[in-house]
């Protein structure tokens, strides 16, 4: 059975830095690229990161390039985002994704919220 299951601190003011978590079973994690999504109010879901399988490719949204990193441990089958400077903007729902040779799976998501 697939989990991806994200956890991480869920509030902080403008300027802060939270730090999110996915860990991922069920399926052969270091096959898999990984990705971050969120999706704010009213808006639709957007790609904020990817991660290559081993981890030696990133990319970002512009929105949050420099402000945000992706990483990912193989060893613990986990992958990982740093959000700094945060702003209110980026209050969302986060998911993590994973993308295996076969199908994509999705976390539940969890909310990040950013005051201003």
């Known amino acids: 059975q697939v989990q991806l299951v994200e956890s991480g601190e869920a509030w902080c003011s403008l300027g802060g830095s939270l730090r999110l978590s996915c860990a991922a079973s069920g399926f052969t994690f270091s096959r898999s690229s990984m990705s971050w999504w969120r999706q704010a109010p009213g808006k639709e879901r957007e790609l904020v990161a990817a991660?290559?399988?081993?981890?030696?490719?990133?990319s970002y949204a512009d929105s949050v390039k420099g402000r945000f990193t992706i990483s990912r441990d193989n060893a613990k089958n986990t992958v990982y985002l740093l959000m700094d400077s945060l702003k209110p903007d980026d209050t969302a729902v986060y998911y993590c994704?994973?993308?295996?040779?076969?199908?994509?799976?999705w976390g539940q998501g969890t909310q990040v919220t950013v005051s201003s």
């Open positions: 991660i290559s399988n081993g981890g030696d490719q990133t």
């Open positions: 994704k994973a993308t295996t040779p076969f199908r994509a799976y």
